[in-house]
């Protein structure tokens, strides 16, 4: 199973809301990853977690906070929002050398 | 200079042709190299991951590596419509316990019936 899960699927905010991307892989892989997506670009590395410890944060505005609860999940926290803030959302794990699994990503529109 | 250049295409070829995607790099401390295939708002889905230099063979897909010239190339056999979608080579030097990959811009493919 490389199945990387993430909810939900299509979200739309406005800009005063608060609201949580999820992500969850029961492979053992013990990094955990979030990306940034805008149409037509690559990914963006947004925050790395490192067995459950954040090790990298690619100065992300702090609108942005991301949480590990445990090796299974990850979650990215939504705060005051802009409108260019729409974007894929997209979560990643991998078992730290190996190659990384995305899942199918979070579809974020903030009105 | 970026640290990953891929040809942008759009690449359009017909039903069973060979297909070529490439991507050059400048960072000679990658070693990790993947190639990602992507739908339409979708995910990126992994293709083939190769380290070092050499040759990888899944199926219709051959992932190729040349360190000595900072090149690495996937090729599609046989090619299908359901392989139109946008290809992303990625790399990574591996530089600790974690995986921080460097995506190329990615080359849109269409494949014609």
């Known amino acids: 199973d490389t199945e990387v899960t993430q909810t939900p699927k299509h979200l739309v905010m406005g800009m005063t809301n608060k609201k949580s991307l999820k992500c969850e892989q029961h492979?053992?892989?013990?990094?955990m990853y979030w990306y940034k997506q805008k149409a037509k670009k690559p990914p963006e590395l947004m925050f790395v977690?490192?067995?459950?410890?954040?090790?990298i944060n690619e100065s992300v505005p702090s609108r942005f906070s991301p949480e590990c609860p445990n090796s299974s999940l990850l979650n990215l926290h939504l705060h005051a929002l802009q409108p260019e803030d729409s974007a894929l959302y997209l979560c990643?794990?991998?078992?730290?050398?190996?190659?990384?699994?995305f899942g199918q990503g979070t579809r974020l529109t903030v009105v | 200079q970026k640290e990953v250049e891929q040809d942008p295409g759009p690449l359009s070829v017909p039903e069973g042709a060979i297909v070529s995607l490439n991507c050059t790099y400048s960072?000679?401390?990658?070693?990790?190299f993947m190639w990602y295939r992507q739908y339409s708002r979708k995910g990126p889905e992994l293709l083939m991951y190769?380290?070092?230099?050499g040759n990888k063979e899944d199926g219709r897909f051959t992932a190729q590596v040349d360190k000595s010239s900072k090149y690495i190339s996937l090729f599609i056999r046989d090619s299908q419509p359901s392989d139109s979608a946008t290809y992303l080579c990625?790399?990574?030097?591996?530089?600790?316990?974690?995986?921080?990959?460097?995506f190329g811009t990615g080359t849109l493919l269409a494949v014609q019936p």
């Open positions: 990643a794990s991998s078992q730290s050398r190996d190659e990384a699994f």
């Open positions: 977690y490192s067995y459950e410890k954040l090790s």
């Open positions: 990625a790399m990574s030097d591996y530089g600790g316990a974690t995986n921080k990959l460097i």
């Open positions: 492979m053992g892989h013990r990094a």
């Open positions: 960072n000679s401390a990658f070693q990790y």
């Open positions: 190769t380290y070092s230099s």
